[in-house]
């Protein structure tokens, strides 16, 4: 095995064990959490279970959500029904996010005429948007839809700009040395940017999955949000736990997600 080889070895062996300590040390902490969750609920007394219902009970709920339908839905339901409009939004503000960030970067004119309304409307907090969103697409999920892509169309276009900012000049000017011309923004700015798009990705992901929460909190027929809002309402605290438990599980996920999709897409990337 060659000097390069053992080295990359090595380095790929560190990476591993690196990650793997850090995934201990977390689930360690969540574990230690849950038990003094587990000590103030049911062995101390400290709160009352409508304040805090133990960990034991809020996991009860969860099984009898997943078969007994609430408000419609089993928990999976509404789960699915929150996915749906991020990742429905989500995309849609990536595709406006990226050619605009883009062409803000790349093109003057562009620039001249979109940079300043984009400066005065991402100022603009995205849940100010739900009573306009109501007014004008009413309780539906196009409201929804409407709210994460304002939540997520704004980091999107930010990082899609300093991706293209962030692109080494020396390499612009080889690619037009070797004529590459105006191929040069699809076929060396983009590929050397990925990384950069793909961390705003995640970024605008969970400014989208956190802005849907709180749109359901105030206009939605179903959804997570929805189910925890509704169960606030009746003072059925271990459904409302039991909900947030969802949305927190699935923003780890979403996470997790991105990361391993960058790491596919971009492996030379450092996460």
């Not at 339901?77 to 929150?82: L, P, Q, R, V």
């Not at 009573?131 to 196009?142: Q, T």
């Not at 962030?166 to 590929?191: C, H, N, Y």
């Amino acid at each position: 095995m060659s000097k390069g080889a053992r080295l990359r070895r090595v380095n790929a062996l560190t990476q591993t064990s690196s990650i793997r300590r850090r995934v201990l040390v977390g689930a360690g902490a969540a574990v230690a959490a849950i038990l003094l969750w587990h000590l103030a609920t049911t062995q101390l007394h400290l709160v009352s279970p409508l304040s805090l219902p133990s960990p034991e009970a809020v996991f009860q709920r969860i099984v009898t959500l997943s078969t007994t339908p609430y408000l419609g839905e089993t928990i999976w339901g509404h789960a699915w029904s929150s996915v749906q409009i991020v990742l429905s939004g989500w995309l849609l503000a990536g595709v406006f996010g990226i050619i605009l960030g883009v062409g803000i970067s790349w093109s003057a004119t562009v620039r001249n005429l979109t940079f300043p309304i984009f400066q005065m409307l991402r100022s603009i907090s995205p849940i100010a948007w739900i009573p306009i969103a109501l007014v004008w697409l009413g309780i539906d999920d196009s409201a929804r839809v409407f709210i994460v892509f304002i939540a997520a169309f704004v980091p999107w276009t930010v990082n899609s700009m300093d991706a293209v900012r962030s692109v080494d000049p020396l390499l612009l000017r080889a690619a037009k040395t070797l004529g590459a011309g105006r191929r040069t923004l699809t076929s060396v700015v983009l590929p050397a940017c990925l990384p950069t798009l793909l961390a705003g990705a995640r970024i605008a992901l969970g400014n989208a999955w956190t802005a849907l929460i709180a749109a359901e909190l105030l206009a939605a027929t179903a959804g997570l949000g929805f189910m925890a809002l509704n169960s606030s309402r009746a003072l059925d605290t271990p459904t409302m736990l039991a909900s947030m438990a969802v949305i927190g599980a699935l923003g780890i996920l979403f996470s997790a997600l991105m990361l391993r999709l960058s790491k596919v897409i971009a492996p030379w990337a450092k996460n």
